[in-house]
């Protein structure tokens, strides 16, 4: 079992920064693909970055060159770094950890945290 908590949301600019946070308890961190998701009101939810427990990360072509995921298994935590944001990149941002262990799907997700992009 996984808990997933997101911090670091807020209100910014367009051109601004902010850094989103993702902790975790539970047991093996590590191990687990992690994920950050994103809902804007209207839309589907989309995959917006990807980080595996290798390490290989993955974004969709939208925030390519301006958000970059990581991770710190040392302290059970997952952040996005978000640069040059775009009023497109307000949504509510989820925090996602999957992995398969013997054909079983585990897949946690966090309660969001709200970006709003508005000058």
């Known amino acids: 079992q996984v808990q997933l908590v997101e911090s670091g949301g807020g209100l910014v600019q367009p051109g601004g920064s902010l850094r989103l946070s993702c902790a975790a308890s539970?047991?093996?961190?590590?191990?687990?693909?992690m994920n950050w998701y994103r809902q804007a009101p209207g839309k589907q939810r989309e995959l917006v970055a990807s980080?595996?427990?290798?390490?290989?990360?993955n974004y969709v072509g939208s925030v390519k060159g301006r958000f970059t995921i990581s991770r710190d298994n040392a302290k059970n935590t997952m952040y996005l770094q978000m640069n040059s944001l775009k009023p497109e990149d307000t949504a509510v941002y989820y925090c996602?950890?999957?992995?398969?262990?013997?054909?079983?799907?585990?897949?946690?997700w966090g309660q969001g945290t709200q970006v709003t992009v508005s000058s």
């Open positions: 996602n950890a999957g992995r398969i262990s013997s054909g079983i799907p585990y897949d946690y």
């Open positions: 539970g047991s093996g961190f590590s191990i687990y693909t």
């Open positions: 980080i595996s427990s290798g390490g290989r990360t």
